[in-house]
């Protein structure tokens, strides 16, 4: 068995945590390949590493004095190696990362040192070997990450080291010139490494002990799911579920191995598997409930509008032509609706209800405002009748009106559209019918 742990920045914020994570690892000799984050907060009000970076650097950029910031970011790890009572010194590193500052060499270079420097320490506090994510991680010239070519590297790399800590987060082009993911990206390079190496499984150790049936802000204490597949989480990840990197999914998906969510605080707890598929039923018929807040809807009307051939596409080529993505577009006999995010859309609302007059030639448009989409997902859906049944029967029950019902064709998932300001007791209605009640 081949396991690739990647560690979250909360977990890697202090010696004591550092700790906690070596004592996973150690724990199970199959864990051989360890992707760590940059220092994450250890209170509250504390700055990630990360963040301290890009503030650092702003600052070399701007031609100010940044040496009391680069001085705070080294006393992070110092405070981390003297805890763990490591012979290390991070000075020399200090020494070329003031030098590349002052040289301007840009801000994704700023920002990877976060996790550079943690893959030092951890590496060093396993007795693992280092690999410089930059020498491993390819991006093109357009800033797109290489996948098959970073996958035939670090196969070929790791194909001949046992253990071995990668840190995550950045990578390079061609030339050399580092280059990061997008915030919260160590979780995609764990998947990418978790590829390349054919891992048994990607465990991705994180401060929550998996994906939550429901947002804890809104709902207390909800469950944790069990199972969920990569579909669903996709589904939930969109609608704001956030624990894991929207695009992690994609390299160990290609390989079919499972994620497993663990919580480095409560490693005892078997978290979440995310996996492609499975007959292993969720534990109440939905899977999970996510919603989101600040959409608009433009409601176009025309009579006879299902006996005009193209008169979705004219629609949707305003929405293009403004650089305007959709999310849904439920549709009758003579209107069309469709579902905009709010604050992409009103600097650009008069030109895209022009651009439809002037296209299509509807007769009437109408905006409306301040709607949020709830999405119900659960792959048992699909075989249990009644459901969109419950789901609305509840939310009457709860006063909530219904603006928008979809369901997604692959009868994954029901979107919702209700007003915002009944979102969070749309989210209720649905949670306490399907999980208190188990209806
Ligand atoms: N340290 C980076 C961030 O704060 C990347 C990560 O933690 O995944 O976004």
């Known amino acids: 068995m081949r396991k690739v742990v990647k560690f979250g920045g909360s977990s890697l914020a202090s010696a004591e945590q550092f700790k906690k994570a070596g004592d996973i690892i150690r ?8 992707v760590p984050s940059a220092p994450g907060k250890r209170f509250d009000k504390d700055t990630k590493v990360t963040d301290m970076l890009y503030g650092c650097y702003a600052k070399a950029e701007e031609g100010k004095d940044f040496k009391a910031d680069l001085k705070a970011i080294k006393d992070r790890y110092q405070e981390i190696i003297s ?7 991070l000075d020399e590193e200090f020494k070329v990362i003031e030098k590349n500052f002052k040289a301007k060499a840009g801000e994704d270079y700023a920002a990877s040192r976060g996790e550079y420097l943690n893959g030092i320490i951890m590496a060093h506090y396993l007795g693992f070997e280092f690999i410089d994510a930059a020498s491993v991680i390819v991006f093109g010239e357009d800033g797109e ?42 979780d995609i390079t764990g998947s990418i490494v978790a590829r390349a190496v054919r891992a048994d499984v990607y465990e991705n150790w994180t401060d929550v002990s998996g994906f939550l049936v429901a947002d804890p802000h809104i709902i207390e204490n909800p469950p944790v799911i069990e199972t969920i597949t990569y579909k669903e989480l996709r589904e939930l990840a969109y609608m704001g579920a956030a624990v894991l990197h929207e695009d992690a999914i994609f390299p ?38 996510a919603g989101k807040r600040g959409f608009c809807s433009v409601n176009i009307e025309k009579d006879m509008m299902n006996s005009e051939i193209g008169f979705g596409r004219k629609v949707l080529q305003a929405f293009e032509d403004n650089g305007i993505s959709f999310e849904h577009v439920p549709s009758g006999i003579d209107t069309m609706t469709v579902f905009v995010h709010q604050d992409e859309f009103v600097d650009k609302e008069q030109k895209v209800a022009s651009a ?69 007791r749309a989210i209720q209605a649905i949670y306490e019918i399907f999980v208190e009640v188990q209806l």
């Open 27 to 34: 724990r199970d000799t199959e864990r051989r390949y360890v």
């Open 83 to 89: 805890g763990l009572q490591l012979e290390l010194s």
């Open 145 to 186: 990450f290489e996948a098959e070519k970073t996958n035939g590297i670090l196969a070929e790399r790791l194909g001949k080291i046992e253990k071995a800590v990668i840190p995550g987060f950045y990578g390079a082009y061609e030339d050399g010139r580092v280059k990061t993911f997008s915030r919260g990206g160590s």
């Open 252 to 289: 160990v998906r290609r390989e079919g191995i499972p994620i497993n969510i663990r919580n480095t605080n409560e490693p005892e707890e078997e978290g979440t598997w995310i996996v492609e598929s499975t007959c292993q039923k969720s534990k109440y018929i939905i899977t999970g409930i």
């Open 356 to 424: 439809i007059h002037r296209m299509a030639g509807p007769d009437a448009i109408e905006i409306e405002s301040d709607l949020a989409l709830v999405a119900v997902v659960g792959r048992g859906m699909k075989s249990t009748r009644g459901t969109a049944g419950r789901i609305f029967s509840a939310l009457a029950h709860k006063n909530v009106n219904v603006r928008m019902i979809d369901q997604g064709s692959s009868e994954l998932n029901i979107i919702i559209g209700v007003s915002n300001s009944d979102f969070e």
